[in-house]
């Protein structure tokens, strides 16, 4: 059975560190003024070069993202990137592929920087063998499928694709956020914030809170609310994506490089998805099913609750989530922070939420999850005894070291009642601040 590419989101140089340590063959980033999510990703300069660096080192993969609806000034941009790209290309620095929609692009792209492989984006809504073909035939080496191909239909795709002798890469995503439009195609966000969406710039404004209104035809002005709960509803929010339980039922279709969504979120979200999808593929060769710490490890990252996509059909009512109660936050677990240093016997951790004496926490190694309460830490910079330690400005306390804790594991907090309050009202908070 052939063994899938786990391909893994990164936002920046950290988030890249962080899923090829946690086990992704390969990552895909963002280049700024082409990508879908050009506002979180900025990888110029030397940041670039040093990621592809990285990769060459360690034997991984990156390719990236120049996945937009170009306007026709966006076409600077380009000219742009790709004299970055040819300079690093003189240094023997390639990215292993470049995620292309728009045709205009491939063809510019293939006409200025031949060397470099082109995959057609999930964007490009590629959904049939036929399109398939059409991409191969213009030079493209791999196709990301849309998300609302069904294992059925892939099956049939492949059989029809080696019918006709083409070979071609194909890529899929098995987890993370969906879309309330189809494949992307929704102009909510440009309409209620000026954010195109597919320029990259999209504000989920799908998921902020709405009220709802009937108004009787004999009625005229009389509103009568339609109503979730007393905050509202965000029913236009559709759940994520999440197929670690399934990943036997899809090995069968040989697909080539099985992908997780989520440039935009944290460190966290990038240790926890590449750790839990690298050892459920691992397991599912052995024809084994994921694990129970797997399973708990997939649903401490903060999601709108699960579903199966549209890998076994299409989805009805279970995919959209009604409730602003069902999930956004987690009720278990919150990031605590990340293992910045270790020396001797000391351990210093940057706190990413606030941590007190007497927390539980589980720090997230690639390879195991070690149990720890929190007894005597000290300040990072006066070493001075404290009992409580909040977030803010890259702030570090300082613990005991434990054998096989290394720089760069991640740490979570086991949340106790109190705690789950005070989470509550955080994302809140974060919500209100995003839908500004």
């Not at 979180?40 to 592809?52: C, H, K, R, T, Y």
């Not at 991984?60 to 993202?65: A, D, E, F, M, R």
């Not at 102009?187 to 504000?203: H, I, K, P, Q, T």
Request: proline fraction near 3%.
């Amino acid at each position: 059975m052939k063994k899938p590419e786990l391909l893994c989101p990164a936002g920046d140089f950290e988030k890249l560190k962080t899923a090829f340590r946690y086990g992704a063959d390969a990552c895909y980033m963002g280049v700024k003024s082409m990508s879908m999510r050009m506002k979180i990703n900025d990888e110029s300069g030397d940041v670039l070069e040093a990621a592809l660096r990285l990769k060459n080192k360690l034997g991984k993969k990156i390719y990236l993202t120049m996945n937009i609806h170009a306007h026709e000034t966006r076409l600077n941009f380009l000219d742009k990137e790709l004299a970055r790209l040819t300079e690093l290309h003189e240094q023997g620095l390639d990215p292993d592929g470049i995620l292309v929609s728009d045709a205009g692009l491939f063809q510019l792209i293939q006409k200025k920087c031949p060397w470099l492989e082109l995959h057609v984006s999930t964007q490009a809504n590629v959904l049939n063998s036929s399109a398939i073909a059409f991409w191969k035939k213009l030079g493209a080496t791999r196709v990301v499928m849309g998300r609302e191909v069904s294992a059925r239909e892939l099956e049939k795709i492949k059989a029809n694709l080696k019918e006709q002798n083409i070979d071609v890469e194909i890529e899929c995503f098995v987890h993370g956020a969906m879309c309330m439009a189809y494949s992307g195609r929704c102009l909510l966000s440009n309409f209620m914030a000026v954010r195109d969406a597919n320029e990259g710039m999209c504000a989920h404004t799908c998921r902020w809170k709405y009220k709802m209104y009937l108004e009787e035809e004999e009625r005229p002005g009389e509103f009568i609310p339609v109503e979730e709960d007393q905050d509202g509803t965000t029913m236009m929010s559709s759940k994520d994506m999440c197929m670690i339980e399934h990943l036997r039922d899809i090995l069968p279709l040989e697909l080539d490089s099985w992908k997780v969504e989520g440039r935009h979120k944290s460190i966290y979200y990038a240790a926890i998805v590449s750790k839990a999808y690298r050892q459920a593929i691992d397991l599912a060769m052995e024809e084994k099913p994921p694990t129970e710490e797997l399973l708990e490890l997939i649903e401490s990252v903060n999601t709108r609750g699960y579903f199966t996509g549209f890998w076994y059909g299409k989805p009805g009512s279970e995919a959209q989530k009604y409730s602003d109660r069902q999930g956004d936050y987690n009720e278990n677990f919150c990031f605590a922070g990340v293992i910045r240093n270790v020396t001797g016997d000391t351990m210093t951790v940057e706190v990413r939420n606030t941590l007190k004496k007497g927390d539980d926490l589980d720090i997230i190694t690639p390879t195991d999850i070690i149990k720890l309460t929190l007894d005597e830490f000290k300040h990072g910079v006066t070493n001075e005894v404290v009992e409580v330690a909040h977030p803010g400005q890259k702030f570090c306390i300082k613990l005991k070291a434990i054998e096989g804790v290394e720089e760069g594991d991640i740490l979570r907090k086991r949340l106790k009642k109190e705690d789950l309050v005070k989470n509550r009202i955080k994302v809140e908070l974060k919500t209100k601040k995003l839908a500004s």
